[in-house]
């Protein structure tokens, strides 16, 4: 790289001794890498692009130690092109621009490429991500950015429109039980002379959530904190060593609404091992239980409704419950809620009508009340009308009088239509009696 503010030697640092295990052993070309075959096999994309020198402006989305930040660094070993990396927690605008023009003028005047590692793309605001979008567009940088977030939400649509979103997964169990075999074999682990057996990288492995960064972390915490007596090292030993099992969940992330939406999905399809299973991983990621909460007392409405109003009062009851006692014993009540909605008889009807009745009057074609329902607390509202011929509904027999409810532009129109599912079944019954005896009724008024 030429020389500029914005160089970083230590973007890739040499492997020192004292380095994490996880920066020791991080692949330095393409074919140490272990997993994302579906982008680096022999002819895709990604690899011919790197191979070739040719590389595009891109998003790396994938979770935490998926291989981002490996893979911006092999392209900086391979590129012929000026590589500049730096972070968007340390870099203002005016930082960016004094980089652009530096780019476009080496582009223009000497035809050197620029290529820009941005890590954490996604917490740059949105001016700062606009000052790159210009100079994207002429071809004076090539943008590589590097997050964990959406880039649907998190990158600028007009920036995201001119990159390529190149989607790294997690990795499989297996592939981080590879890396993890190749890292016992690293000197800076063999000289602690521990012997970590084949269940404990695969406790590791398992509990790495596809994270070859957190996986090799917990190894070197296992073998530099292990006793002699410990050796060798099984999957018991570790879990006792690490304490606690590495959940991948993110409160404020993608993640955190995938798992939400899992809970309301399993809920919505009555199977109770899923909800509970998705509920544990949530409260075992930290979430709020009260966020919980709120989600399962809509789900009592959205989803339950009337086939079983007892649903919301218990929803209601558990939000309570868990405001009260806390965690981890609210953990308990959010689980009988959860299962409890999963079994309970399933009904949209209200949850159908509400939508549909928001939509009629979001229109903004909204008629007045017919006057025969209006309120006429005053002489002059007698006078006009309001109130005249209203019929008092406990003086019939069906509860119901033969008189139109809705504006006379929407008379007959059904926003709610049970179904014929738990308590709703009856409801349904209950007001198909009563429309039939409105008809009824109005068809002999209109006779007489």
Known sequence: MTGSLFDE?????????????????????????VGLDDLLGEGRFLRTAIETDRIPSMIFWGPPGSGKTTLARIIARTTQARFVPFSATSTSIKDIKVLMEEARKLRQGRAVKTIVFIDEIHRFNKAQQDAFLSYVEAGDITLIGATT?????????????RCKV???????????????????????????????????????????????RQGLTSLQLVVE??????????????????????LMYDKGGEEHY?????????????????????????????????????????????????????????????????????MPEA??????????????????????????????VRRGDNPP????????????????GYGRGYQYAHDFEEQTAAMECLPESLAG????????????????????????????ASGERKKS
């Open 9 to 33: 030697p230590t973007f890739d640092p040499p492997n020192r001794p004292e380095a994490p295990l996880a920066e020791r052993l991080r692949p330095k070309s393409l074919g140490e890498v």
């Open 149 to 161: 977030e959406n880039p649907s939400f998190e990158v600028n649509s007009a920036l995201l429109s």
């Open 166 to 212: 190149v989607v790294l997964p997690p990795l499989e169990r297996e592939q981080v039980m590879t890396i993890l075999r190749r890292a016992v074999t690293d000197p800076a682990v063999q000289k602690f002379g521990i012997e970590v057996t084949e269940d404990a990288l695969d406790f590791m492995a398992a509990t790495s959530a596809g994270d070859a």
């Open 225 to 246: 904190t292990a006793r002699a007596e410990d050796n060798p090292v099984d999957a018991a030993k570790v879990q006792t060593i690490l304490q606690r099992r590495s």
């Open 258 to 326: 995938n798992i939400i939406s899992a809970l309301h999905k399993s809920i919505r399809n009555g199977d109770a091992d899923a909800a509970i299973y998705w509920l544990v991983r949530m409260l075992e990621g930290g979430e709020d239980p009260l966020y919980i909460a709120r989600r399962l007392v809509r789900a009592a409405s959205e989803d339950v409704g009337n086939a079983d109003p007892q649903a919301l009062i218990l929803a209601v009851a558990v939000k309570e419950a868990t405001h009260f006692i806390g």
């Open 331 to 360: 953990g308990v009540a959010l689980a009988q809620l959860a299962t409890y909605l999963a079994a309970a008889p399933k009904s949209n009807a209200v949850y159908v009508g509400y939508s549909e009745a928001v939509h009629e």
């Open 369 to 384: 009340v017919p006057l025969h329902i209006r309120n006429a607390p005053t002489r002059l509202m007698q006078e006009l």
């Open 413 to 440: 129109r059904r926003f709610y239509e049970p179904k014929g599912l738990g308590l709703e079944r009856e409801i349904k019954e209950r007001l198909d009696k009563m429309r039939s005896a409105r008809r009824e």
